[in-house]
């Protein structure tokens, strides 16, 4: 019997696949910790939005490169917990513009912090200048896929 390890735990798929349960299983205990019923899309929602009040759901959907069902389930649900607020966009009858209400803004205070903690935490383990490296050899394999792909 051998101790060879299998090919496919070295594949670039299932490191992403892994890295991802790692950044989603820490930021839902971050959360958790300071009582913050929040998801990582959430987070990325009220994010976007702060930065760009007033968008409607398919540029929100583009912007942090969700497809358009999910992106209206998190956007219902944000909704519901008075966290965004979705009114006729004054430019489109057809789409509706979307913002931070209050309770976003204040949401959004508390988890920031956390958020940018837990960055390191999710890339344990790795220097300084091997985080920078992956962060930005992520940037341009995820870029190259987007301008090679510009629909989605």
Do not use: W
């Not at 790795?126 to 394999?141: G, H, N, P, T, V």
């Amino acid at each position: 019997m051998t101790d060879a390890r299998p090919d496919f735990l070295d594949m670039p798929g299932h490191l992403i696949r892994r890295m991802n349960q790692v950044s989603t299983a820490l930021f839902r205990e971050r959360m958790a910790e300071i009582g913050l019923d929040l998801t990582p899309v959430q987070f990325a929602t009220l994010e976007a939005l702060a930065e760009m009040p007033g968008i409607d759901q398919a540029r929100l959907a583009a912007t942090i490169a969700y497809d358009k069902v999910t992106i209206g389930g998190v956007v219902d649900r944000l909704v519901a917990k008075l966290m965004i607020d979705r009114r006729p966009s004054l430019t489109d009858r057809r789409a509706k513009a979307l913002r931070l209400t209050q309770n976003g803004v204040v949401l959004l205070d508390r988890a920031r912090p956390q958020v940018r903690i837990l960055q390191n935490e999710i890339l344990h383990g790795l220097s300084y200048d091997e985080q920078r490296l992956l962060i930005a050899l992520m940037r341009k394999s995820a870029n190259s896929r987007d301008a090679a792909n510009p629909a989605g």
